[in-house]
């Protein structure tokens, strides 16, 4: 059986009620089954999400039902089937739904599972005409850590594991397309010095590896890059190497080290750019976790970096916990840029110990000039992502983003 140390459920319920008095008048009551690989959507993995998607609906209590991972699930009848008694217990009371209608966006989707401790998790899922690979930490299921898109291949090339796979061997991983925002995001911090980027040489510090997949993608298009890599968990950097084709280079070095005392310790040659990609794997804590966003720690981060070099951080948090470590790293550093992705719930910075003169046009410029010589999947949109960098103002209180945060809240439902 599998997951005997830590089990995980088959199905996750979440109840939502529509905002507006007079659905709710109604009392009715529906199902809307989570298709398998939309999971890590915005608007099915954040409340403002569902609450938006519930308001669409012309109903007063929808139930989201997330299909769990390592679990084999037919179809939405045989899922219907065998929720159809349990889903009872959900609806409103004196609700007046005689029949309960399941919903979902087009299909519940596919998945397998391709490997599977007490801590890790490594699906294949289809997501519309795509499959992908997916690392998933078993304390945090609502996150994907690493994720890669898998295709078909020739006989003849070389594959990345396969048993169990959605897709026929030989399967490969494509390394010209990051699946995830963030990463596309953080992939702007080469745009601000195009030069360096183009001509080099290029160190790079990556603090936070999980599976490899974004240092292999940067050494796959940057011949003129080193990249040092820094984990704590050798069994992710494995799997990497395993199951999502991350090869040998000798370019690339890992360092299985607690990253705080890697920092302190080090001793080396400057970087022209750091990222501080740090998640724990809990959904209670934000990312970096606080420890990592100290100003005393990211003071030695600042001495680490070159003449025009930058510290780029991805960031997952509430309106608070943004607003704060956003204010930490404005105390270190003299220029601090934001890039707020479209889709998933992360924001970017981009933090300069000189001041420069950075903006989004400067960013889309070095973008072009970037893609004109890197033939990437132009379909990840770098252009679009520049024209989302804004500076982070000086005078950003964490007070001041709760106050916001209710105000937003107080428009929607005006609106609504």
């Avoid at 990556?206 to 040092?228: K, S, Y």
């Avoid at 550093?333 to 001041?355: G, P």
């Amino acid at each position: 059986m599998l997951y005997t140390e830590h089990p995980l459920p088959k199905y996750t319920f979440k109840s939502i009620d529509n905002a507006l008095a007079n659905k709710i008048k109604q009392k009715t009551f529906s199902v809307f089954i989570v298709p398998q690989g939309q999971e890590k959507s915005w608007t099915f993995s954040t409340n403002e999400g569902l609450l938006e998607l519930v308001a669409q609906m012309d109903v007063s209590r929808v139930l989201f039902v997330f299909l769990g991972h390592g679990f084999y699930f037919k179809d939405l009848p045989s899922v219907q089937e065998e929720l159809k008694n349990v889903v009872l217990s959900f609806m409103p009371p004196n609700c007046s739904t005689s029949k309960v209608l399941f919903m979902t966006n087009g299909d519940i989707g596919e998945k397998a599972l391709i490997y599977a401790t007490g801590q890790v998790i490594v699906e294949d899922v289809r997501e519309g005409e795509f499959y992908l690979r997916q690392l998933i930490f078993v304390s945090n299921v609502n996150q994907v850590q690493s994720e890669i898109r898998i295709e078909s291949v020739e006989n003849g090339e070389e594959g990345i594991f396969w048993e169990g796979s959605l897709l026929k061997p030989p399967i490969k991983a494509n390394y010209g397309f990051l699946t995830f925002e963030c990463q596309r995001a953080m992939l702007l911090s080469l745009a601000f010095d195009p030069e360096i980027s183009l001509n080099g040489p290029m160190r790079i510090l990556l603090l936070g590896a999980g599976a490899c997949i974004f240092p292999t993608f940067i050494l796959n298009f940057f011949e003129n890059a080193q990249v040092l890599a820094v984990d704590i968990d050798s069994q992710v950097i494995e799997i990497g190497r395993t199951y999502f084709g991350v090869g040998q280079n000798s370019r690339f070095s890992v360092c299985i080290e607690d990253a705080l005392q890697f920092v302190q310790n080090y001793s080396g040659p400057e970087f022209d750019i750091v990222f501080l990609d740090i998640c724990i794997g809990d959904s209670k804590v934000q990312t970096p976790p606080p420890q990592f966003t100290s100003p005393s720690f990211t003071s030695v981060l600042a001495r680490m970096l070159g003449v025009g070099g930058n510290l780029c951080v991805n960031l997952i948090g509430n309106d608070f916990q943004v607003a704060k470590m956003e204010n930490e790293f404005k105390e270190v550093f003299a220029k601090v840029l934001r890039c707020k992705c479209r889709d998933d719930t992360n924001k970017v910075l981009f933090c300069f110990k000189e001041e420069v003169e950075a903006d989004w046009k400067s960013v889309v410029r070095g973008v072009k000039e970037l893609e004109s010589a890197k033939k990437w999947d132009q379909s990840m949109g770098l252009v679009e992502f520049a024209g989302w960098v804004k500076v982070v103002e000086n005078e950003v209180k964490p007070a001041q983003a709760i106050l916001q945060q209710s105000k937003n809240k107080k428009r929607r439902k005006k609106k609504n």
